[in-house]
């Protein structure tokens, strides 16, 4: 099946510090990537879709200046969580739907556990 | 706006078993319906897909049905394994072409 990377799969930072996860659809395009956050226990709640060359589309609730969105290429989409708090920790996946293939279907990347200390 | 249930939250089952996790969904206007399986502390590995055309999908032990006018799908595991303890998440595709997730059911298979 299709592959989904993330990097780095974990990382702690200070408070206040700003920090980037990648994603990347190795093999396939992408011309929409979704950004997922989950708490412990809980299911994946989507904070935002990202086309490629646009705006990204956030969830009500998610602000849009705190967690920035780039969507520059067909296989690379980032986030960066900006001045971070310990409230921000959470396990962050990403996904990429291939939209050439019939099944038009979603691929998930590994996670990023964020720690924001 | 697209709702996804999934019933029990929680199972332990002893080794062998064969088991039936349910997933409902209160818009039929699906395109399709996913069952996902969740590591602790790891992404999502796709099991089955199933088209809103389709009935069923089968792999391996696993077997996925989906009732699109009931608004439900059952995933079905035979003889499960302790490799089988995970959680398993149920999403269907619907309006604006969106996934919509269920809360899982987390699983444990006991040798």
């Known amino acids: 099946g299709a592959v989904v990377s993330q990097h780095p799969s974990r990382v702690i930072c200070k408070s206040g510090t700003s920090v980037k996860i990648e994603c990347r659809s190795l093999?396939?395009?992408?011309?929409?990537m979704f950004w997922y956050r989950q708490f412990p226990k809980q299911s994946l709640m989507l904070m935002a879709t990202s086309n490629e060359g646009s705006k990204a589309t956030y969830e009500q609730g998610v602000e849009k200046d705190k967690f920035l969105i780039n969507h520059a290429s067909l296989t690379l989409s980032t986030l960066t969580v900006t001045s971070a708090h310990p409230e921000d920790s959470s396990f962050y996946i990403c996904?990429?739907?291939?939209?050439?293939?019939?099944?038009?279907?979603?691929?998930f990347g590994p996670g990023t556990r964020l720690t924001v200390t | 706006k697209q709702e996804v249930t999934q019933i029990p939250a929680a199972l332990s089952v002893p080794e062998g078993e064969n088991l039936v996790l349910n997933c409902s969904f209160t818009d039929s206007a699906i395109y399709n319906l996913q069952w996902f399986r969740q590591d602790p502390g790891k992404g999502l590995t796709s099991l089955l897909l199933?088209?809103?055309?389709?009935r069923e999908q089968t792999s391996g032990r696993l077997n996925a049905s989906l009732d699109k006018s009931s608004g439900r799908s059952t995933l079905y595991i035979a003889a499960s394994q302790p490799g089988d303890s995970a959680t398993y998440l149920c999403?269907?595709?619907?309006?604006?072409?969106?996934?919509?997730f269920g809360g899982g059911t987390r699983l444990m298979v006991k040798p």
């Open positions: 999403a269907v595709r619907g309006a604006g072409n969106m996934l919509t």
């Open positions: 199933i088209q809103s055309s389709q």
């Open positions: 996904s990429a739907r291939d939209s050439s293939g019939r099944r038009n279907e979603q691929y």
């Open positions: 093999d396939f395009q992408a011309t929409t």
